[in-house]
């Protein structure tokens, strides 16, 4: 049973950084593609970044604002995934969601609020 537990959100200042952690268990994580995805108030679930089994295999939302500032990488040996944001900007608040895929697998987790304000 896919298992995934988000943490490192929290309230941060326009131009600030954080780094979520994605906690995997109950599956064997090496072997799954990880995805982050955001979701705001009013607004659909969004992608923001993919990595494959192959950790140089990365994928990113490609949209203007996003562009540049997100980093995503994976540690197969503490079956933890993560995103890396900086600088964050205002339109980064979202609650951050860690996603295990494999064929017809597809796990979540509860999610992360982050928040960037001044």
């Known amino acids: 049973q896919v298992q995934l537990v988000e943490s490192g959100g929290g309230l941060v200042r326009p131009g600030g950084s954080l780094k979520l952690s994605c906690a995997a268990s109950?599956?064997?994580?090496?072997?799954?593609?990880m995805r982050w995805y955001r979701r705001t108030p009013g607004k659909e679930r969004e992608f923001v970044a993919a990595i494959y089994t192959d950790a140089n295999d990365v994928r990113y939302n490609d949209e203007d604002s996003m562009r540049g500032r997100f980093t995503i990488s994976r540690d197969n040996a503490k079956n933890t995934a993560y995103l890396q944001i900086s600088p964050l900007k205002p339109e980064d608040t979202a609650v951050y969601y860690c996603?295990?895929?494999?064929?017809?697998?597809?796990?979540w987790g509860q999610g992360t609020q982050v928040t960037v304000s001044s």
């Open positions: 109950g599956f064997t994580f090496s072997t799954f593609t």
């Open positions: 996603n295990a895929y494999r064929g017809w697998i597809d796990g």
